[in-house]
Protein backbone atom coordinates (compact mmCIF):
# COMPACT_ATOMS: atom_id res chain seq x y z
CA UNK A 1 0.00 0.00 0.00
CA UNK A 2 0.87 3.45 -0.53
CA UNK A 3 0.11 5.44 2.51
CA UNK A 4 -0.42 2.91 5.30
CA UNK A 5 -0.11 5.40 7.90
CA UNK A 6 -3.83 6.58 6.25
CA UNK A 7 -4.98 3.61 7.77
CA UNK A 8 -3.54 2.94 10.89
CA UNK A 9 -5.20 4.05 13.80
CA UNK A 10 -4.21 7.49 15.67
CA UNK A 11 -2.93 6.02 19.59
CA UNK A 12 -4.11 9.67 21.33
CA UNK A 13 -7.70 9.20 19.93
CA UNK A 14 -8.11 6.02 20.86
CA UNK A 15 -6.79 6.79 24.36
CA UNK A 16 -8.95 9.99 23.77
CA UNK A 17 -12.37 8.10 23.03
CA UNK A 18 -11.59 5.05 25.74
CA UNK A 19 -11.66 7.85 27.96
CA UNK A 20 -14.34 9.86 27.17
CA UNK A 21 -15.88 5.98 27.10
CA UNK A 22 -15.04 5.27 30.41
CA UNK A 23 -15.85 8.19 31.73
CA UNK A 24 -19.59 8.20 30.52
CA UNK A 25 -20.11 4.47 30.74
CA UNK A 26 -22.45 4.37 33.55
CA UNK A 27 -24.79 6.22 31.01
CA UNK A 28 -24.54 4.15 28.24
CA UNK A 29 -24.75 1.00 30.09
CA UNK A 30 -28.23 2.48 31.50
CA UNK A 31 -29.00 3.41 28.10
CA UNK A 32 -28.43 0.04 26.46
CA UNK A 33 -29.76 -1.57 28.99
CA UNK A 34 -33.19 0.57 28.81
CA UNK A 35 -33.06 -0.17 25.11
CA UNK A 36 -32.90 -4.14 25.77
CA UNK A 37 -35.49 -4.37 27.91
CA UNK A 38 -38.37 -2.57 25.57
CA UNK A 39 -36.72 -4.94 22.52
CA UNK A 40 -37.70 -7.76 24.68
CA UNK A 41 -40.92 -6.95 25.33
CA UNK A 42 -41.43 -5.39 21.39
CA UNK A 43 -39.96 -8.62 20.22
CA UNK A 44 -41.87 -11.05 22.31
CA UNK A 45 -44.99 -8.87 21.10
CA UNK A 46 -44.32 -8.81 17.76
CA UNK A 47 -43.30 -12.74 17.76
CA UNK A 48 -47.06 -13.20 19.58
CA UNK A 49 -49.06 -10.84 17.64
CA UNK A 50 -51.83 -11.81 15.36
CA UNK A 51 -50.50 -12.87 11.89
CA UNK A 52 -52.75 -13.11 8.41
CA UNK A 53 -55.10 -15.82 8.09
CA UNK A 54 -53.77 -18.61 6.12
CA UNK A 55 -54.58 -18.75 1.99
CA UNK A 56 -56.34 -22.62 3.10
CA UNK A 57 -58.80 -20.83 5.41
CA UNK A 58 -62.23 -20.01 3.55
CA UNK A 59 -65.37 -18.95 4.40
CA UNK A 60 -67.05 -22.39 4.15
CA UNK A 61 -64.35 -24.36 5.60
CA UNK A 62 -64.06 -21.97 8.79
CA UNK A 63 -67.15 -23.64 10.46
CA UNK A 64 -65.96 -27.35 10.01
CA UNK A 65 -64.74 -29.20 13.12
CA UNK A 66 -63.43 -31.62 11.17
CA UNK A 67 -60.71 -30.14 10.88
CA UNK A 68 -60.47 -29.88 6.28
CA UNK A 69 -61.71 -27.14 4.64
CA UNK A 70 -64.98 -27.23 3.23
CA UNK A 71 -63.78 -26.78 -0.43
CA UNK A 72 -60.66 -28.45 -0.77
CA UNK A 73 -60.77 -31.08 1.59
CA UNK A 74 -57.19 -30.14 3.14
CA UNK A 75 -56.54 -29.62 6.28
CA UNK A 76 -57.22 -26.22 7.25
CA UNK A 77 -53.96 -24.77 8.86
CA UNK A 78 -54.59 -23.27 12.02
CA UNK A 79 -52.00 -21.05 13.31
CA UNK A 80 -51.20 -18.12 15.39
CA UNK A 81 -53.36 -15.54 13.66
CA UNK A 82 -56.26 -12.96 14.29
CA UNK A 83 -59.04 -15.58 14.23
CA UNK A 84 -56.89 -17.30 17.51
CA UNK A 85 -56.89 -14.50 19.07
CA UNK A 86 -60.50 -13.68 18.58
CA UNK A 87 -61.40 -16.81 19.83
CA UNK A 88 -59.52 -16.74 22.73
CA UNK A 89 -60.54 -13.43 23.63
CA UNK A 90 -64.30 -14.72 23.11
CA UNK A 91 -63.29 -18.05 25.42
CA UNK A 92 -61.36 -15.31 28.16
CA UNK A 93 -64.56 -13.64 28.91
CA UNK A 94 -66.21 -17.05 29.79
CA UNK A 95 -63.47 -18.65 32.22
CA UNK A 96 -62.70 -15.30 33.57
CA UNK A 97 -65.50 -13.47 34.19
CA UNK A 98 -64.39 -10.69 36.03
CA UNK A 99 -61.34 -9.49 38.13
CA UNK A 100 -62.73 -10.52 41.10
CA UNK A 101 -62.91 -14.17 40.57
CA UNK A 102 -61.72 -17.38 41.60
CA UNK A 103 -59.64 -17.40 38.18
CA UNK A 104 -58.33 -14.04 38.41
CA UNK A 105 -57.02 -14.00 42.11
CA UNK A 106 -55.50 -17.63 40.95
CA UNK A 107 -53.66 -15.73 38.29
CA UNK A 108 -52.64 -13.28 40.40
CA UNK A 109 -50.86 -15.47 43.13
CA UNK A 110 -49.47 -17.56 40.13
CA UNK A 111 -48.00 -14.58 38.77
CA UNK A 112 -46.55 -13.43 42.43
CA UNK A 113 -45.31 -17.27 42.48
CA UNK A 114 -43.11 -16.42 39.37
CA UNK A 115 -42.12 -13.23 40.44
CA UNK A 116 -40.78 -15.17 43.91
CA UNK A 117 -39.37 -18.02 42.10
CA UNK A 118 -37.02 -15.52 39.49
CA UNK A 119 -35.96 -13.74 42.58
CA UNK A 120 -34.92 -16.92 44.38
CA UNK A 121 -33.00 -17.86 40.79
CA UNK A 122 -31.02 -14.66 41.25
CA UNK A 123 -29.90 -15.32 44.44
CA UNK A 124 -28.48 -18.57 44.15
CA UNK A 125 -26.64 -17.51 41.24
CA UNK A 126 -25.01 -14.97 43.17
CA UNK A 127 -24.73 -17.31 46.24
CA UNK A 128 -23.06 -20.13 43.47
CA UNK A 129 -20.00 -17.50 42.87
CA UNK A 130 -19.53 -17.45 46.51
CA UNK A 131 -19.34 -20.66 47.05
CA UNK A 132 -17.00 -21.67 44.52
CA UNK A 133 -14.60 -18.42 45.54
CA UNK A 134 -14.24 -19.74 48.92
CA UNK A 135 -13.34 -23.17 47.35
CA UNK A 136 -10.70 -21.49 45.12
CA UNK A 137 -9.08 -19.23 48.04
CA UNK A 138 -9.76 -21.99 50.84
CA UNK A 139 -11.52 -20.08 53.01
CA UNK A 140 -13.20 -23.04 55.51
CA UNK A 141 -15.52 -20.67 57.50
CA UNK A 142 -16.94 -18.78 54.81
CA UNK A 143 -17.75 -21.72 52.36
CA UNK A 144 -19.28 -23.60 55.33
CA UNK A 145 -21.43 -19.99 56.32
CA UNK A 146 -22.59 -20.21 52.36
CA UNK A 147 -23.23 -24.04 52.26
CA UNK A 148 -25.61 -23.24 54.64
CA UNK A 149 -27.15 -20.01 53.14
CA UNK A 150 -28.01 -22.58 50.67
CA UNK A 151 -29.89 -25.03 52.24
CA UNK A 152 -31.31 -22.15 54.26
CA UNK A 153 -32.83 -21.02 50.74
CA UNK A 154 -34.04 -24.35 49.94
CA UNK A 155 -36.71 -24.53 52.06
CA UNK A 156 -38.21 -21.04 50.48
CA UNK A 157 -37.31 -22.58 46.79
CA UNK A 158 -39.32 -25.82 47.08
CA UNK A 159 -42.04 -24.22 48.45
CA UNK A 160 -42.65 -21.93 45.94
CA UNK A 161 -42.12 -24.47 43.09
CA UNK A 162 -45.38 -26.67 44.87
CA UNK A 163 -47.12 -24.07 45.15
CA UNK A 164 -46.70 -23.36 41.60
CA UNK A 165 -47.31 -26.15 40.71
CA UNK A 166 -50.63 -26.79 42.66
CA UNK A 167 -51.58 -23.08 41.67
CA UNK A 168 -51.58 -24.00 37.80
CA UNK A 169 -53.21 -27.39 38.14
CA UNK A 170 -56.36 -25.79 39.83
CA UNK A 171 -56.55 -22.71 37.46
CA UNK A 172 -56.62 -25.29 34.55
CA UNK A 173 -59.04 -26.63 36.89
CA UNK A 174 -61.19 -23.86 37.33
CA UNK A 175 -61.00 -22.88 33.55
CA UNK A 176 -62.61 -26.57 32.89
CA UNK A 177 -65.35 -25.89 35.25
CA UNK A 178 -66.05 -22.49 33.95
CA UNK A 179 -66.42 -23.83 30.67
CA UNK A 180 -67.92 -26.68 31.19
CA UNK A 181 -70.99 -25.53 32.78
CA UNK A 182 -70.81 -22.77 30.02
CA UNK A 183 -71.39 -25.10 27.61
CA UNK A 184 -73.97 -27.92 29.44
CA UNK A 185 -76.05 -24.54 30.07
CA UNK A 186 -76.30 -24.23 26.13
CA UNK A 187 -76.02 -27.80 25.12
CA UNK A 188 -78.49 -29.30 27.77
CA UNK A 189 -80.46 -25.87 28.10
CA UNK A 190 -83.99 -25.32 29.66
CA UNK A 191 -86.72 -26.81 28.03
CA UNK A 192 -88.86 -23.89 28.95
CA UNK A 193 -86.38 -22.09 26.06
CA UNK A 194 -88.68 -23.22 23.54
CA UNK A 195 -87.25 -22.79 19.66
CA UNK A 196 -83.32 -21.91 21.18
CA UNK A 197 -83.06 -25.10 23.53
CA UNK A 198 -82.47 -28.75 22.62
CA UNK A 199 -78.96 -28.21 21.27
CA UNK A 200 -78.01 -31.16 21.99
CA UNK A 201 -80.91 -32.59 19.44
CA UNK A 202 -80.42 -30.14 16.79
CA UNK A 203 -76.17 -30.65 16.55
CA UNK A 204 -76.93 -34.99 16.22
CA UNK A 205 -79.92 -34.24 13.56
CA UNK A 206 -79.85 -31.02 12.16
CA UNK A 207 -76.41 -30.22 11.26
CA UNK A 208 -73.09 -31.82 10.20
CA UNK A 209 -70.67 -29.29 11.61
CA UNK A 210 -69.73 -31.69 14.92
CA UNK A 211 -70.08 -35.32 14.76
CA UNK A 212 -68.55 -36.06 18.41
CA UNK A 213 -69.74 -33.09 20.83
CA UNK A 214 -69.36 -35.68 23.55
CA UNK A 215 -65.52 -35.70 23.09
CA UNK A 216 -65.32 -32.38 22.50
CA UNK A 217 -67.13 -31.46 25.51
CA UNK A 218 -65.10 -34.08 27.59
CA UNK A 219 -61.70 -34.38 26.22
CA UNK A 220 -61.09 -30.99 24.24
CA UNK A 221 -62.12 -28.48 26.68
CA UNK A 222 -59.73 -30.43 29.24
CA UNK A 223 -57.08 -29.95 27.06
CA UNK A 224 -57.24 -26.21 26.34
CA UNK A 225 -58.44 -25.59 30.04
CA UNK A 226 -54.41 -27.42 30.99
CA UNK A 227 -52.46 -25.26 27.91
CA UNK A 228 -54.24 -22.10 29.13
CA UNK A 229 -52.95 -22.44 32.13
CA UNK A 230 -49.50 -23.86 31.15
CA UNK A 231 -49.18 -20.98 28.72
CA UNK A 232 -49.07 -18.09 31.12
CA UNK A 233 -46.05 -19.42 33.07
CA UNK A 234 -44.52 -20.96 30.15
CA UNK A 235 -44.50 -17.23 28.64
CA UNK A 236 -44.71 -14.85 31.27
CA UNK A 237 -42.19 -16.40 33.75
CA UNK A 238 -39.52 -16.77 30.75
CA UNK A 239 -40.13 -13.10 29.36
CA UNK A 240 -39.39 -11.66 32.82
CA UNK A 241 -36.63 -14.20 33.38
CA UNK A 242 -34.48 -12.91 30.30
CA UNK A 243 -35.13 -9.42 31.17
CA UNK A 244 -34.21 -9.90 35.12
CA UNK A 245 -31.35 -12.04 34.19
CA UNK A 246 -29.68 -10.42 31.57
CA UNK A 247 -30.37 -7.15 33.49
CA UNK A 248 -27.78 -8.83 36.46
CA UNK A 249 -25.34 -10.42 33.49
CA UNK A 250 -25.03 -6.70 32.04
CA UNK A 251 -23.95 -5.20 35.34
CA UNK A 252 -21.39 -7.96 35.78
CA UNK A 253 -19.87 -8.33 32.13
CA UNK A 254 -21.09 -4.72 30.44
CA UNK A 255 -24.14 -4.56 28.33
CA UNK A 256 -21.72 -4.54 25.68
CA UNK A 257 -21.85 -8.13 25.53
CA UNK A 258 -25.38 -8.27 26.03
CA UNK A 259 -25.44 -6.64 22.57
CA UNK A 260 -23.76 -8.68 21.08
CA UNK A 261 -25.25 -12.17 22.89
CA UNK A 262 -28.85 -10.35 21.40
CA UNK A 263 -27.52 -9.87 18.01
CA UNK A 264 -26.25 -13.73 17.93
CA UNK A 265 -29.63 -15.47 19.58
CA UNK A 266 -32.15 -13.70 17.79
CA UNK A 267 -30.28 -14.31 14.16
CA UNK A 268 -30.44 -18.04 15.43
CA UNK A 269 -34.13 -18.04 16.59
CA UNK A 270 -35.45 -16.44 13.73
CA UNK A 271 -33.45 -19.53 11.88
CA UNK A 272 -35.27 -21.54 14.05
CA UNK A 273 -38.31 -19.93 13.94
CA UNK A 274 -38.49 -20.73 10.27
CA UNK A 275 -37.73 -24.15 10.41
CA UNK A 276 -41.24 -24.88 13.19
CA UNK A 277 -43.56 -26.68 11.67
CA UNK A 278 -47.06 -26.34 12.28
CA UNK A 279 -47.99 -27.65 15.44
CA UNK A 280 -51.17 -25.96 15.27
CA UNK A 281 -52.96 -27.46 12.81
CA UNK A 282 -51.02 -31.31 13.76
CA UNK A 283 -52.61 -30.77 17.03
CA UNK A 284 -56.47 -29.65 15.89
CA UNK A 285 -55.90 -32.75 13.53
CA UNK A 286 -54.77 -34.93 16.15
CA UNK A 287 -58.08 -34.05 18.03
CA UNK A 288 -60.28 -34.57 15.09
CA UNK A 289 -58.97 -37.91 14.34
CA UNK A 290 -59.50 -38.78 17.73
CA UNK A 291 -62.69 -37.92 17.89
CA UNK A 292 -63.73 -39.73 14.94
CA UNK A 293 -62.17 -43.01 16.21
CA UNK A 294 -64.15 -42.76 19.13
CA UNK A 295 -67.77 -41.57 17.48
CA UNK A 296 -66.70 -44.94 15.55
CA UNK A 297 -66.37 -47.27 18.26
CA UNK A 298 -69.76 -45.53 20.15
CA UNK A 299 -71.83 -46.45 17.01
CA UNK A 300 -71.12 -50.20 17.37
CA UNK A 301 -72.45 -49.94 21.06
CA UNK A 302 -75.44 -47.58 20.26
CA UNK A 303 -76.21 -49.90 17.25
CA UNK A 304 -75.48 -53.36 18.61
CA UNK A 305 -78.70 -54.70 18.15
CA UNK A 306 -78.84 -53.73 14.44
CA UNK A 307 -75.29 -54.85 13.29
CA UNK A 308 -75.95 -58.29 14.97
CA UNK A 309 -78.88 -58.44 13.74
CA UNK A 310 -78.09 -58.07 9.98
CA UNK A 311 -74.35 -59.34 10.88
CA UNK A 312 -72.51 -56.50 10.06
CA UNK A 313 -69.59 -57.10 12.36
CA UNK A 314 -66.89 -57.05 9.23
CA UNK A 315 -68.31 -53.69 8.10
CA UNK A 316 -67.97 -52.34 11.49
CA UNK A 317 -64.44 -53.83 12.09
CA UNK A 318 -63.45 -52.41 8.54
CA UNK A 319 -64.77 -48.52 9.72
CA UNK A 320 -63.08 -49.02 13.01
CA UNK A 321 -60.02 -49.90 11.14
CA UNK A 322 -59.46 -47.25 9.13
CA UNK A 323 -60.51 -44.70 11.85
CA UNK A 324 -57.42 -45.99 13.59
CA UNK A 325 -54.91 -46.22 10.24
CA UNK A 326 -56.02 -42.72 10.02
CA UNK A 327 -54.85 -41.94 13.23
CA UNK A 328 -51.45 -43.50 12.89
CA UNK A 329 -50.71 -42.49 9.95
CA UNK A 330 -51.16 -38.70 11.30
CA UNK A 331 -49.73 -39.17 14.85
CA UNK A 332 -46.34 -41.22 12.83
CA UNK A 333 -46.04 -38.19 10.34
CA UNK A 334 -46.47 -35.93 13.64
CA UNK A 335 -43.82 -37.77 15.73
CA UNK A 336 -41.37 -37.57 12.54
CA UNK A 337 -41.41 -33.93 12.46
CA UNK A 338 -41.43 -33.90 16.03
CA UNK A 339 -38.44 -35.61 15.88
CA UNK A 340 -36.20 -33.83 13.33
CA UNK A 341 -37.09 -29.97 15.30
CA UNK A 342 -36.21 -31.54 18.00
CA UNK A 343 -32.85 -32.26 16.96
CA UNK A 344 -32.50 -28.56 15.75
CA UNK A 345 -34.23 -26.83 18.22
CA UNK A 346 -31.70 -28.53 20.60
CA UNK A 347 -28.26 -27.41 18.90
CA UNK A 348 -29.23 -24.23 18.11
CA UNK A 349 -30.78 -23.39 21.90
CA UNK A 350 -28.24 -25.52 24.05
CA UNK A 351 -25.25 -26.14 22.34
CA UNK A 352 -24.94 -22.89 20.16
CA UNK A 353 -26.38 -20.28 22.79
CA UNK A 354 -24.26 -22.55 25.68
CA UNK A 355 -21.57 -21.29 23.15
CA UNK A 356 -22.34 -18.02 23.04
CA UNK A 357 -22.57 -17.44 26.74
CA UNK A 358 -19.06 -18.82 27.14
CA UNK A 359 -18.04 -16.22 24.48
CA UNK A 360 -19.14 -13.50 27.06
CA UNK A 361 -18.33 -15.20 30.06
CA UNK A 362 -14.68 -14.91 29.24
CA UNK A 363 -14.67 -11.19 28.15
CA UNK A 364 -13.82 -9.76 31.46
CA UNK A 365 -11.57 -12.33 31.34
CA UNK A 366 -9.42 -11.73 28.07
CA UNK A 367 -10.45 -7.82 27.25
CA UNK A 368 -10.30 -5.03 29.85
CA UNK A 369 -13.88 -3.17 30.04
CA UNK A 370 -13.53 0.47 30.31
CA UNK A 371 -14.16 1.30 34.05
CA UNK A 372 -14.14 -1.58 35.25
CA UNK A 373 -11.32 -3.09 37.95
CA UNK A 374 -8.75 -5.97 37.71
CA UNK A 375 -9.50 -8.47 40.23
CA UNK A 376 -7.74 -11.55 42.13
CA UNK A 377 -8.20 -15.12 40.99
CA UNK A 378 -11.27 -15.76 43.43
CA UNK A 379 -13.10 -13.04 41.74
CA UNK A 380 -12.88 -13.82 38.84
CA UNK A 381 -13.41 -17.31 39.27
CA UNK A 382 -16.96 -16.07 41.51
CA UNK A 383 -17.50 -13.98 38.36
CA UNK A 384 -17.23 -16.12 36.02
CA UNK A 385 -19.64 -19.14 37.68
CA UNK A 386 -22.13 -16.42 38.73
CA UNK A 387 -21.92 -14.92 35.07
CA UNK A 388 -22.19 -18.85 33.94
CA UNK A 389 -25.46 -19.60 35.85
CA UNK A 390 -27.02 -16.29 34.98
CA UNK A 391 -26.56 -17.16 31.34
CA UNK A 392 -27.67 -20.55 31.35
CA UNK A 393 -30.78 -19.16 33.23
CA UNK A 394 -31.11 -16.39 30.84
CA UNK A 395 -30.35 -19.26 27.19
CA UNK A 396 -33.37 -21.61 29.13
CA UNK A 397 -35.77 -18.92 29.35
CA UNK A 398 -35.50 -17.72 25.82
CA UNK A 399 -35.51 -21.39 24.98
CA UNK A 400 -39.05 -21.49 27.19
CA UNK A 401 -40.57 -18.51 24.83
CA UNK A 402 -39.07 -20.21 21.72
CA UNK A 403 -41.39 -23.27 23.27
CA UNK A 404 -43.98 -20.85 24.09
CA UNK A 405 -44.87 -20.38 20.57
CA UNK A 406 -44.92 -24.40 20.17
CA UNK A 407 -46.96 -24.29 22.82
CA UNK A 408 -48.83 -21.14 21.70
CA UNK A 409 -50.23 -23.51 18.60
CA UNK A 410 -51.18 -26.33 20.25
CA UNK A 411 -53.26 -24.13 21.89
CA UNK A 412 -54.72 -22.51 18.55
CA UNK A 413 -55.45 -26.22 17.52
CA UNK A 414 -57.69 -26.57 21.13
CA UNK A 415 -58.70 -23.36 21.04
CA UNK A 416 -60.44 -23.76 17.59
CA UNK A 417 -62.06 -26.68 18.30
CA UNK A 418 -63.34 -25.08 21.49
CA UNK A 419 -64.82 -22.62 19.42
CA UNK A 420 -66.32 -24.40 16.95
CA UNK A 421 -68.48 -25.84 19.94
CA UNK A 422 -69.22 -22.57 21.22
CA UNK A 423 -70.26 -20.94 17.66
CA UNK A 424 -72.00 -24.24 16.61
CA UNK A 425 -74.47 -24.46 19.07
CA UNK A 426 -74.88 -20.85 19.14
CA UNK A 427 -75.97 -21.12 15.46
CA UNK A 428 -78.02 -23.98 16.46
CA UNK A 429 -80.19 -21.69 18.69
CA UNK A 430 -80.57 -18.95 16.02
CA UNK A 431 -81.71 -21.61 13.31
CA UNK A 432 -78.69 -21.67 11.53
CA UNK A 433 -77.96 -24.83 10.37
CA UNK A 434 -74.98 -26.61 8.19
CA UNK A 435 -76.14 -29.84 6.84
CA UNK A 436 -76.06 -31.98 3.36
CA UNK A 437 -78.48 -31.61 1.54
CA UNK A 438 -80.53 -33.93 -1.36
CA UNK A 439 -80.07 -33.35 -4.98
CA UNK A 440 -83.78 -31.69 -5.09
CA UNK A 441 -82.71 -29.39 -2.82
CA UNK A 442 -80.77 -27.37 -5.33
CA UNK A 443 -83.68 -27.12 -7.56
CA UNK A 444 -85.15 -23.13 -7.97
CA UNK A 445 -88.24 -23.69 -6.24
CA UNK A 446 -86.99 -25.88 -3.32
CA UNK A 447 -84.21 -23.76 -2.97
CA UNK A 448 -86.48 -20.88 -1.91
CA UNK A 449 -88.55 -22.96 -0.06
CA UNK A 450 -85.26 -23.37 2.25
CA UNK A 451 -84.60 -20.45 2.72
CA UNK A 452 -87.45 -19.25 4.05
CA UNK A 453 -88.91 -18.88 8.08
CA UNK A 454 -92.01 -19.59 9.41
CA UNK A 455 -93.28 -18.23 12.53
CA UNK A 456 -94.13 -19.87 15.50
CA UNK A 457 -97.06 -18.43 18.24
CA UNK A 458 -98.34 -19.55 21.02
CA UNK A 459 -101.96 -20.14 20.96
CA UNK A 460 -104.24 -22.09 23.18
CA UNK A 461 -105.16 -24.97 19.82
CA UNK A 462 -102.79 -26.27 17.76
CA UNK A 463 -102.75 -24.43 14.13
CA UNK A 464 -100.77 -25.03 10.85
CA UNK A 465 -101.56 -22.34 8.38
CA UNK A 466 -99.25 -23.22 5.00
CA UNK A 467 -95.85 -24.91 7.18
CA UNK A 468 -94.05 -26.76 4.42
CA UNK A 469 -92.94 -30.21 6.27
CA UNK A 470 -89.43 -30.75 5.50
CA UNK A 471 -86.40 -33.10 6.78
CA UNK A 472 -83.33 -31.90 8.21
CA UNK A 473 -81.83 -33.08 5.08
CA UNK A 474 -83.70 -31.24 2.50
CA UNK A 475 -86.03 -33.38 1.78
CA UNK A 476 -89.78 -31.82 0.88
CA UNK A 477 -92.37 -34.13 2.35
CA UNK A 478 -95.40 -31.86 2.21
CA UNK A 479 -94.89 -28.30 0.29
CA UNK A 480 -97.97 -26.86 2.49
CA UNK A 481 -99.63 -28.35 5.52
CA UNK A 482 -102.89 -26.32 6.79
CA UNK A 483 -105.05 -28.11 9.83
CA UNK A 484 -106.17 -27.48 13.32
CA UNK A 485 -107.15 -28.98 16.26
CA UNK A 486 -109.12 -27.29 19.17
CA UNK A 487 -108.71 -27.36 22.68
CA UNK A 488 -110.41 -31.03 24.03
CA UNK A 489 -110.58 -32.23 20.21
CA UNK A 490 -108.76 -35.85 19.02
CA UNK A 491 -106.95 -36.29 15.60
CA UNK A 492 -105.78 -39.44 14.10
CA UNK A 493 -103.08 -39.04 11.83
CA UNK A 494 -102.54 -41.66 9.21
CA UNK A 495 -100.25 -42.47 6.15
CA UNK A 496 -97.50 -44.52 4.73
CA UNK A 497 -94.06 -44.61 6.04
CA UNK A 498 -92.13 -41.40 5.34
CA UNK A 499 -95.35 -39.58 4.73
CA UNK A 500 -94.53 -36.67 7.30
CA UNK A 501 -96.43 -38.03 10.12
CA UNK A 502 -93.29 -38.46 12.76
CA UNK A 503 -91.68 -35.02 11.17
CA UNK A 504 -95.43 -32.88 11.88
CA UNK A 505 -94.76 -33.83 15.29
CA UNK A 506 -91.02 -32.88 15.29
CA UNK A 507 -92.09 -29.59 14.26
CA UNK A 508 -94.81 -29.60 16.98
CA UNK A 509 -92.37 -30.55 19.49
CA UNK A 510 -89.55 -27.71 18.16
CA UNK A 511 -86.94 -30.14 16.82
CA UNK A 512 -86.68 -28.86 13.64
CA UNK A 513 -87.31 -25.65 12.06
CA UNK A 514 -90.24 -24.16 10.49
CA UNK A 515 -89.47 -22.83 6.98
CA UNK A 516 -92.66 -21.35 6.30
CA UNK A 517 -95.87 -20.22 7.22
CA UNK A 518 -97.32 -20.02 10.99
CA UNK A 519 -97.59 -22.91 13.50
CA UNK A 520 -99.88 -21.69 16.60
CA UNK A 521 -99.64 -23.96 19.75
CA UNK A 522 -100.09 -24.01 23.47
CA UNK A 523 -96.76 -23.66 25.53
CA UNK A 524 -94.75 -26.61 26.46
CA UNK A 525 -95.92 -26.31 30.35
CA UNK A 526 -99.81 -26.53 29.05
CA UNK A 527 -100.85 -30.24 30.03
CA UNK A 528 -104.06 -29.55 29.01
CA UNK A 529 -103.20 -28.28 25.77
Known amino acids: MLFPSRYKPDPVLVARFASTYAKHRPIIQRGIITGFIFYVLGTTYRGLSARPSAPLRSKKGKGKADGKDGDTGKPVRVVVDAVFYERLSKI ?5 PSLRSKEAMLLFMHSSLLIFRTAISLYVAALDGKIVASLVRAQTLPFLFNILRWLLVAIPATWTNSWLSFVQNKLALAYRTRLTNEVLGQYLGDA ?5 GKVYYKLSNLDDRIKNPDQMITHDIQRFSNH ?8 AKPVLDVILYNYQLAQNVGAEGLVLLTVLVQLSAALLRTLTPAFGTYTALSASLSGSLRHTHSRVAEFAEEIAFFGGEETEKM ?5 YAGLVMHENKVLQRRWWHGCVEEGIIKWMWGSFGL ?3 AIPVFFKIPGAHNFDLGSRTEGFVTNRRLLLSASDAFG ?4 SYKDLAELAGYTSRVSMLLDTMEDARKGKFEKALVSSASTEEH ?9 IIESEEIRFEGVPIITPNGDILVKCLSFYVKRGEHLLIVGPNGCGKSSLFRILGGLWPVYGGIVRKPPRNDAAG
Not at 228 to 235: D, H, Q, R
Open 228 to 235: LAAIYSNL
Open 92 to 96: LRIVI
Open 319 to 323: LVERE
Open 359 to 361: VIC
Open 192 to 196: EEGPN
Open 447 to 455: AKILKGRGE
Open 400 to 403: RVMY
